[in-house]
């Protein structure tokens, strides 16, 4: 007969799944190292603090601009206004006076302006000095009614004045300025500011990148290393974390515990091909091996029916097996919390001991229960009537006869406890953290009839309520204990809920002795 | 009973019609999808087994969408490869009443078709069950054997009312679980037949005739003894 192919083995799965780990470590730690001259503007956190300091120096160039506009503005309105009013209560007095009343208003002025802030001086058509505090023209007046901002030598000091012309209808000239020299320095100085500022922005925007990068680059620096050499295969490798709860701290703890996952998934995956090969393939064999040695030797019919009964009680083994190992893959894959809602455990216990009862009777087994009047939980009322009969159907079937099974609830702050202890042979100390694995048996349990995957799909079972399966030593016998979280927590909570979170978020690894 | 079967597998479907002909009901066979839904929609079946993946573009779902869109509310019951919860629900969901995983044991699909058909007739709600000498009054939860009473604990009162309204029909393990104790889930241990042992203690032992056989590699019946 020819050698049956398989189309997947195991070995390909397992390479499969590492092949997709490499590719989501790559994108986890995109740094692949192109052109080395743009890695500086490749790095995020000195894009970061580029466009910080960006931002930061338009609304600074923007807050100098409305301060310039504000004070140097207003105080140069203030002088053209002054200007235009002086020029105009003169031309007022050349008017009602003619000439004589205009050179004496000038002389007034002047002699009342000691600190020769204002500026006069009118002269002739052929620009001689009439009257006034200046020597002589200046060169860039050029027409009237227009003001100007030009520098003078206002007798022996040099300084800046802004001026208007006015003619008067006989052909003189007069010049009204006031002199803006403390203006032109407030200008000087501001701007002077505003370039230091905007030189100490860029020194610290530097510097803060610098200072960002390398707070970026230590905090990432651990994942990306923690990525590739899972990446490699090593899947054992963790990100460190410095339990501070920050931003970084929550990222480095959700690796953490997507490479728990995927770690447990890949035993998962090994677990199961190893059981394929082995506790699928021997009842399957026997059952093949039983109709084909009585397809050749039975004698009569009734001895090849009684071997097709059996080899069909065979195959029922193979499919129950089959959808435990269906189920845990179902539950650990964590599709299965839709169901999810409040359940009262106190009517579960109080069946489940109703249902097991006569079973433990027939064996003389005393089943002694205890729980409070209510038992509150969040989870699917099936899978924990499913977990809490597997733990009895084990306990009542290694107990001795006429012992005793207890089933017992407890509450504490933190967690609701079920338990089920029996006094029968137990599981070795070193043995319980295996108990949970898929088709372990007990030295001593070779011999009873089970799948081999009560414990696992039990341990399955606390782990999506966010629980665990821990197993005691009953002094003598096995007590199990399913622990569940009192408040059960979303799973998948925003990153304000995580940060809340951390401080008190119990451990949801599986694992007895944990 | 006439009874519609849409499977694709040739020797799955040969087997399932021979068994439930000599079984003494009729039979119509659809090898897809679209045939299937043309008979289901065309006839009048008392039952139909379906399958929830087919060849032809309509799969089993689709199939029993378009049947209850059109108001016809012949029982049906999944026959499916696909096992998870989900997808049980979902059948259930698109209007499925009743869901078989494969494999299945023939026994368990002929009780379960059955009893789906005659809850397709309606039968109006009783208040007294009989079963040869045995009678249940399900208003005053009395048993009586022979006129003689019996006492039952309410657990045993619950499964002897679901074996007497399937009386003449095999009943299988998880249909008890399901029925009786609403349980999900597969015992490794034989915990129900000692609580189907344990009836029997009451019911049968003080009797000369017994009424609750057991069905090998399928499970129990009560029915009365033929002479």
Known sequence: MAEPAYPIRPADIESGIDAGLQRVAAAIA???PQKPRRAFLRSASIRFALLYGLVFGVSTILLAGSVRYSTLGILSRQTESAISEDGASL??????????????????????????????????????????????????????NIFYKIPIKHFTRRSTAEMRAYGLPNGDQLLIGRDIKMQVELQTILRDAMFWALGAMIGLGVIG????????????????????????GDLSQRVRRDMSG????????????MLDRIARLMDGVRQVSNAIAHDLRTPITRA????????????????????????????????????????????????????????????????????????????GIKLDTSWPTEVNVIGDRDMLQQAIANLLDNAIKFAPEH??????????????????ADNGPGIPQQDRTRATERFYRAETARNTPGTGLGLALVAAIAQLHQGRLRLDDNHPGLRAVIVLPRNFTKMQGTIRNRLRLTGDRESTLAGPGS | ????????????????????????????HADNGRDGL?????????????????????????????????????????????????????GLKAGGDDYLTKPFAFAELLTRVEALARRGKGEGPSTRLVVGDLEMDLLSRGVKRAGQKIDLQPREFRLLEFLMRHAGQVVTRTMLLEGVWDYHFDPQTNVIDVHVSRLRQKIDKPFPTPLLHTVRNAGYMLRVEEP
């Open chain 2, 1 to 28: 009973m006439r009874i519609l079967l849409v499977e694709d597998d040739k020797d799955v479907a040969g087997f399932v019609v021979k068994g439930l002909r000599e079984a003494g009901h009729t039979v119509e």
């Open chain 1, 246 to 257: 920050d931003e970084f701290d929550i990222m480095a703890e959700t690796i953490n515990d």
């Open chain 1, 209 to 232: 990148a610098v200072v960002i990068r390398s707070v970026f680059n230590r905090s990432l620096a651990d994942i990306t290393a923690t990525t590739r050499a899972i990446a490699r």
């Open chain 1, 288 to 363: 093949r091996t039983r109709l084909e040695f009585a397809a050749s030797h039975a004698a009569s019919a009734d001895e090849l029916r009684a071997a097709v009964e059996r080899a069909t009680g065979e195959l029922d083994g193979v499919v129950r097996v089959f959808e435990a190992l269906l189920r845990i893959a179902e539950i650990e894959a964590g599709a299965r919390r839709s169901a999810f809602g409040p359940v009262d455990l106190n009517p579960v216990l109080t069946d489940l001991a109703e249902f097991y009862e006569p079973m433990a009777d027939t064996r």
């Open chain 1, 403 to 420: 012992s005793t099974v207890r089933l017992a609830a407890r509450l504490d702050n933190e967690a609701i406890e079920v338990h089920v």
């Open chain 2, 38 to 90: 043309f008979l289901a929609a065309s006839e009048n079946f008392d039952a139909i087994i379906l399958d929830r993946m087919l060849p032809g573009g309509i799969d089993g779902l689709r199939l029993l969408e378009t049947l209850r869109a059109q108001d016809n509310a012949t029982p049906v019951l999944f026959l499916s490869a696909l096992t998870q919860v989900d997808d049980r629900v979902k």
């Open chain 1, 30 to 32: 995109n740094e692949a």
């Open chain 1, 91 to 144: 031309l007022h007095s050349y008017q009602s006076g003619g000439m004589p009343e205009l050179i004496l208003s000038l002389g007034n002025r002047i002699h009342e302006n000691p600190d020769d802030s204002a500026i006069y001086l009118l002269v002739d058509p052929l620009g001689n000095r009439i009257v006034g505090n200046m020597s002589s023209w200046p060169a860039g007046v050029t027409e009237d």
